[in-house]
């Protein structure tokens, strides 16, 4: 980044089922970005899980997420949270167990959906240090989860071949087109919501009909980006920080079936992450 102040592309990551492997997804995108490119970034982990902050081995909760959402905040002075160093170009903000309960206590309370928004503000010299922040959510399209679109550029909707598909995938959607238009400048009627929304197959096996008969009704949808395919690597790649090209090693021959798609994935999600960057933002 130059030294002129400027803002960090949001990167959501959300689907409305668990398993889906959303933070799976926002490790190894942090690291490919962080390790591959050199990008500064910032993960949110919005998820009262944590798995995100797990797998960085992160339990410290001191100054979480969580305390942006509770009941007797100023909103017009919002704490400083505490940011993990977890590599040279990664931070975190961990989870908060309790989150959830903090949510179900600002349900109705004024400016709920706009805490995040007004917290960038707040430290956006802070923030401006980052390319990017990817925010993991729960498997929800709760207050967390509106408060992270509202202040996303981007939402990427990582969906697995498991379970009632159709539904869930069209549930993701129609939460997303609820919440842009109700999220609304008064006056003028415009959403605050400016995301584009991409869905993500993950966990694809090639060898599996349903996993191929899956991935085709997913590329028939408007908001169809790209496919991961199922691989234990992937997953132990998450657990590190560490690129998948270092996990393969000497070893690409034998992994070049998973590589190549997985470079194409990378490639799909680099593009409308750098045209989001350049004003574009749009599916390439």
């Given amino acids: 980044m130059s030294n002129e102040q400027t803002s960090p592309v949001v990167i959501t990551v959300s689907q409305q089922k668990g398993g889906a492997g959303k933070s799976t997804l926002t490790k190894n995108l942090t690291t490919h970005f962080a390790l591959n490119k050199g990008k500064k970034i910032l ?24 305390e942006l959402f509770k009941y007797n905040n100023d909103m017009k002075n919002l704490p400083q949270l505490k940011f993990h160093k977890v590599h040279e170009n990664i931070d975190l903000i961990a989870f908060d167990s309790n989150l959830n309960d903090k949510i179900k206590l600002l349900n109705g309370t004024e400016g709920q959906s706009h805490i995040l928004i007004k917290w960038m503000m707040q430290y956006k010299s802070i923030l401006s240090y980052y390319d990017y922040i990817f925010i993991d959510t729960h498997n929800d399209f709760e207050l967390f989860t509106k408060n992270a679109v509202s202040v996303s550029d981007i939402v990427l909707a990582p969906l697995d071949p498991a379970e009632n598909k159709g539904f869930v995938s069209t549930r993701m959607v129609y939460e ?58 992937y997953v132990q790649a998450s657990k590190e920080i560490t690129t998948i090209e270092d996990m393969i090693g000497s070893q690409k021959k034998r992994h070049e079936y998973f590589y190549e798609q997985y470079k194409e994935a990378m490639h799909k999600i680099e593009n409308v992450i750098y045209n989001n960057e350049k004003g574009e933002n749009k599916n390439e």
């Fill in 176 to 233: 997303f087109e609820k919440f842009k238009n109700q999220l609304v400048e008064p006056i003028t009627g415009k959403s605050y919501v400016k995301a584009n929304l991409y869905t993500i197959g993950n966990k694809i096996m090639h060898n599996v009909a349903d996993h191929q008969k899956f991935l085709d009704n997913l590329k028939q949808m408007d908001d169809y980006l790209t496919w991961i395919p199922h691989k234990a690597l």
């Fill in 43 to 66: 993960n949110i982990d919005g998820d009262y899980s944590g798995f995100l902050s797990l797998l960085y081995e992160v339990f410290d909760q001191e100054k979480s997420i969580g």
